[in-house]
């Protein structure tokens, strides 16, 4: 399973890339706001950052004008993968836009028969969101664990992206789930690093260490 980063902040793409084990961004509408920077400069400062797909995500509701914020903003840079929510009129765009040749990334998605929907009309992302499900105590694993099923039965190649995710664990699920791709807050990152038994290893080696003679 890859692993994107779900955030438009800059400093923490680049932090999270020194790492070497992020395979792209994700943005959506929220991000973006939360950096108060102009759309386009901040969407190609990470494509400079980052050389995978980056999903940045139209705000139109009507096909037409779904379409034609896409073909502006994948104009910006090859990489671009344009996002669109799980409506009808984005199931519209999608189509077109797939057969543009313009890579979309299906959003807001909360059930296998949108995933199946999005994928039906050539998306080449779908985005199943766990957290929101977990936040009113229901199973977001399930939904990313039946998608799964529903793509490898019918050798479908719509890519899954597990997004939303709250914790490490949802990480863990969701690669034990199946899923191609998990989109992960810096916050997530940090935390799937991190191991109390790990820094109290490192803790004991360094004090052995003090007893190795040294000349
Ligand atoms: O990529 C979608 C993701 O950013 C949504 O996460 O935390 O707003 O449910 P959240």
């Not at 759309?39 to 400079?48: A, M, R």
């Not at 998605?109 to 499900?133: D, M």
């Not at 977001?140 to 995710?165: E, M, Q, Y």
């Amino acid at each position: 399973m890859k692993l994107f980063l779900d955030t438009a902040n800059v400093t923490e793409i680049r932090e999270a890339a020194a790492l070497g084990v992020i395979s792209g961004v994700t943005t959506n509408p929220t991000l973006i706001a939360k950096e108060g920077r102009d759309f386009k400069e901040t969407i190609l400062e990470i494509t400079k950052i980052v050389d995978g797909p980056i999903s940045a995500e139209v705000v139109s509701l009507d096909a037409q004008g779904m379409i034609k914020e896409a073909i502006e903003i994948a104009s910006w840079h090859p990489n671009i993968v344009i996002k669109i929510p799980m409506i009808w009129e984005g199931l519209k765009a999608v189509k077109e836009l797939s057969n543009k040749g313009i890579k979309t990334n299906v959003t807001l998605v909360f059930s296998p028969s949108q995933a199946l929907l999005a994928a039906q009309a050539g998306a080449t992302y779908v985005s199943p969101f766990i957290g929101r499900f977990t936040d009113i105590s229901q199973d977001g694993i399930a939904l990313i664990s039946d998608i799964v099923d529903i793509f490898t039965l019918h050798d479908i190649k719509t890519k899954i992206i597990a997004a939303s995710i709250r914790t490490p664990m949802d990480v863990v699920n969701a690669a034990k789930a199946g899923a191609d791709i998990a989109t992960v807050p810096y916050k997530v990152l940090e935390q799937m690093v991190k191991h109390p038994m790990t820094d109290i290893g490192v803790q004991r080696f360094l004090e052995d260490w003090k007893k190795v003679p040294k000349k």
